[in-house]
């Protein structure tokens, strides 16, 4: 019976055959179709992700907002590109197409990497972006061998305190204090924080109370202060800045920027003494930046605290990067429209991520035990241009002691480590590095200019090109030793201003922002 239908299905092949049928070779077709079929349906999953990839790339891309336009366009084209490649490739295979399916692979997993740290770019840029407020550490610090090592131990001791510098915060942290401890603490007030300290070196009081931002203050009077004292409690206060510069158009406009580098290892927005000082001032049109350094030394009136009275510009970080502002918006006479604040840290990620900077060097110098200590073996600095990296660089842009015009031509050095920074930033290579750049520098750099602001000026420079001119200059004065605001009535070292050096800089201001690019400029492109 068998053998006659399959007899009749071979004599008719048109009939339909029953169960029983078996074509010979049809079993392995069946399953090569099946196989083909599951093949393609891999293949059209993988390109649909492959397309949902691409698609989020771009929207992270978009997010970030710093990519112009026509760099836009090309990466939208390739990536469709791309896509229709494998698309076709499943669509008109004839066999398993697995190299068409290895690529899509590849190509989805460089692309949700690449959109995971696009995402954190755009974290980052809106970390550093847009400070809006100030923090006072206010520390108590007891002798090296005092037996207290929290608070609640020293609950019965005398504490110093001062009013005069910075008085409500203290007062603040005492009734803090007194709240934690629920009960009053015994204080003893002095006129000066030397005073305090000094007191506690004698015996008359057990723990001191005082802002952390003076210990560098303290350090100028006491030597090996910091190694004589330890602190057993900290009493952070938050202090909003007035940050109204959202109108300032930075592709379009003459502004100028403080930089202040500091020395913290706690919040970027601790107040501190601030080591450098750098007012820059750029003019979008012309592609002019002026670097104005001024020696942390300086002798100047710290406007709305000092009363008149004089104190070191380093002293003005203490109450501040706003006091900073203020102090040298009106030693030159410009509108100091943001403030970034970087310490140590940043710069050696800067310059590592970057690859390193080629820095010029007015003299050659072995950097010095101050210099060296905690960062390794003394740096050989020749006179010419010097490749640093991040370590490197900052070794360099701390020296003081070895170089001729000790603290001026340091503040040089940092001018001649900030023009090498900005020549590899307005470089091709920005594109490449700008990821790594954003996300290194993400809680050691903090600005007041906001996240569109920053957006807009890297897409204006990745659209428009084209040279910079970066002029530098340096105010100098005379040595001197006085007293300071800050610092009690022991006389400290400082910089009396010189008049003609001040306003040779206030010229140079005026030339910026009426559009003229200065002579002797040196170029980054």
């Given at each position: 019976?068998?053998?006659?239908?399959?007899?009749?299905?071979?004599?008719?092949?048109?009939?339909?055959?029953?169960?029983?049928?078996?074509?010979?070779?049809?079993?392995?077709?069946?399953?090569?179709?099946?196989?083909?079929?599951?093949?393609?349906?891999?293949?059209?999953?993988?390109?649909?992700?492959?397309?949902?990839?691409?698609?989020?790339?771009?929207?992270?891309?978009?997010?970030?907002?710093?990519?112009?336009?026509?760099?836009?366009?090309?990466?939208?084209?390739?990536?469709?590109?791309?896509?229709?490649?494998?698309?076709?490739?499943?669509?008109?295979?004839?066999?398993?197409?697995?190299?068409?399916?290895?690529?899509?692979?590849?190509?989805?997993?460089?692309?949700?990497?690449?959109?995971?740290?696009?995402?954190?770019?755009?974290?980052?840029?809106?970390?550093?972006?847009?400070?809006?407020?100030?923090?006072?550490?206010?520390?108590?610090?007891?002798?090296?061998?005092?037996?207290?090592?929290?608070?609640?131990?020293?609950?019965?001791?005398v504490f110093g305190v001062q009013y005069k510098l910075k008085g409500d915060n203290i007062r603040d942290a005492v009734t803090t204090i007194n709240d934690e401890l629920e009960s009053e603490i015994a204080v003893?007030?002095?006129?000066?924080?030397?005073?305090?300290?000094?007191?506690?070196?004698?015996?008359?009081?057990?723990?001191?109370?005082?802002?952390?931002?003076?210990?560098?203050?303290?350090?100028?009077?006491?030597?090996?202060?910091?190694?004589?004292?330890?602190?057993?409690?900290?009493?952070?206060?938050?202090?909003?800045?007035?940050?109204?510069?959202?109108?300032?158009?930075?592709?379009?406009?003459?502004?100028?920027?403080?930089?202040?580098?500091?020395?913290?290892?706690?919040?970027?927005?601790?107040?501190?003494?601030?080591?450098?000082?750098?007012?820059?001032?750029?003019?979008?049109?012309?592609?002019?930046?002026?670097?104005?350094?001024?020696?942390?030394?300086?002798?100047?009136?710290?406007?709305?605290?000092?009363?008149?009275?004089?104190?070191?510009?380093?002293?003005?970080?203490?109450?501040?990067?706003?006091?900073?502002?203020?102090?040298?918006?009106?030693?030159?006479?410009?509108?100091?429209?943001?403030?970034?604040?970087?310490?140590?840290?940043?710069?050696?990620?800067?310059?590592?991520?970057?690859?390193?900077?080629?820095?010029?060097?007015?003299?050659?110098?072995?950097?010095?035990?101050?210099?060296?200590?905690?960062?390794?073996?003394?740096?050989?600095?020749?006179?010419?241009?010097?490749?640093?990296?991040?370590?490197?660089?900052?070794?360099?842009?701390?020296?003081?002691?070895?170089?001729?015009?000790?603290?001026?031509?340091?503040?040089?050095?940092?001018?001649?480590?900030?023009t090498a920074i900005i020549k590899k930033m307005v470089s091709p290579s920005m594109l490449i590095n700008a990821n790594g750049l954003i996300n290194s520098v993400s809680g050691n750099v903090e600005t007041s200019?906001?996240?569109?602001?920053?957006?807009?000026?890297?897409?204006?420079?990745?659209?428009?090109?084209?040279?910079?001119?970066?002029?530098?200059?340096?105010?100098?004065?005379?040595?001197?030793?006085?007293?300071?605001?800050?610092?009690?009535?022991?006389?400290?070292?400082?910089?009396?201003?010189?008049?003609?050096?001040?306003?040779?800089?206030?010229?140079?201001?005026?030339?910026?922002?009426?559009?003229?690019?200065?002579?002797?400029?040196?170029?980054?492109?």
């Amino acid at each position: 019976m068998k053998k006659k239908k399959y007899k009749a299905a071979l004599d008719n092949p048109a009939k339909s055959l029953n169960k029983y049928s078996k074509v010979p070779g049809r079993e392995v077709n069946d399953k090569t179709s099946t196989k083909m079929k599951t093949s393609k349906l891999i293949g059209y999953i993988l390109a649909a992700v492959q397309a949902a990839a691409s698609v989020i790339m771009v929207v992270m891309v978009l997010m970030l907002d710093m990519l112009p336009m026509k760099y836009m366009l090309p990466i939208i084209l390739v990536l469709v590109f791309l896509w229709a490649v494998v698309f076709v490739s499943q669509l008109k295979a004839k066999k398993k197409a697995i190299a068409g399916k290895v690529f899509s692979v590849f190509m989805s997993l460089v692309l949700i990497i690449g959109s995971f740290y696009v995402f954190k770019a755009n974290g980052a840029v809106k970390k550093i972006s847009g400070g809006e407020y100030k923090i006072d550490s206010i520390v108590v610090a007891v002798r090296k061998d005092d037996k207290a090592e929290s608070i609640e131990e020293a609950a019965d001791y005398v504490f110093g305190v001062q009013y005069k510098l910075k008085g409500d915060n203290i007062r603040d942290a005492v009734t803090t204090i007194n709240d934690e401890l629920e009960s009053e603490i015994a204080v003893q007030e002095y006129n000066s924080l030397n005073e305090q300290a000094q007191s506690l070196f004698d015996g008359n009081v057990n723990a001191i109370i005082y802002n952390e931002g003076y210990t560098g203050i303290l350090e100028e009077t006491f030597e090996g202060y910091s190694e004589s004292v330890k602190i057993i409690y900290t009493h952070s206060i938050k202090t909003l800045l007035e940050n109204d510069v959202s109108e300032v158009d930075v592709t379009d406009n003459t502004f100028s920027v403080f930089l202040s580098g500091i020395d913290v290892y706690g919040p970027i927005e601790t107040n501190s003494r601030s080591d450098v000082n750098i007012v820059v001032t750029v003019n979008t049109k012309t592609h002019q930046v002026l670097l104005i350094t001024t020696p942390r030394d300086f002798y100047v009136e710290l406007p709305g605290i000092s009363g008149g009275m004089r104190d070191k510009l380093t002293h003005a970080g203490i109450y501040g990067v706003d006091a900073s502002i203020a102090t040298l918006s009106q030693l030159y006479d410009v509108d100091i429209d943001f403030y970034a604040r970087v310490n140590f840290t940043s710069l050696m990620e800067i310059v590592d991520v970057l690859g390193g900077v080629d820095v010029y060097s007015e003299y050659a110098f072995v950097t010095s035990d101050d210099t060296n200590w905690g960062m390794g073996e003394a740096l050989n600095v020749q006179q010419g241009y010097n490749t640093f990296n991040g370590k490197q660089a900052l070794m360099f842009s701390r020296e003081r002691i070895n170089i001729p015009g000790g603290d001026n031509q340091r503040g040089k050095n940092q001018q001649a480590v900030i023009t090498a920074i900005i020549k590899k930033m307005v470089s091709p290579s920005m594109l490449i590095n700008a990821n790594g750049l954003i996300n290194s520098v993400s809680g050691n750099v903090e600005t007041s200019m906001s996240q569109d602001q920053i957006q807009e000026l890297i897409k204006s420079q990745l659209a428009e090109g084209g040279a910079w001119n970066i002029y530098s200059v340096a105010a100098y004065g005379a040595d001197s030793s006085e007293v300071c605001f800050s610092g009690g009535d022991m006389p400290l070292s400082v910089i009396w201003p010189d008049e003609a050096s001040v306003n040779e800089i206030k010229t140079l201001v005026d030339r910026v922002e009426q559009g003229e690019v200065l002579e002797g400029s040196e170029q980054a492109q």
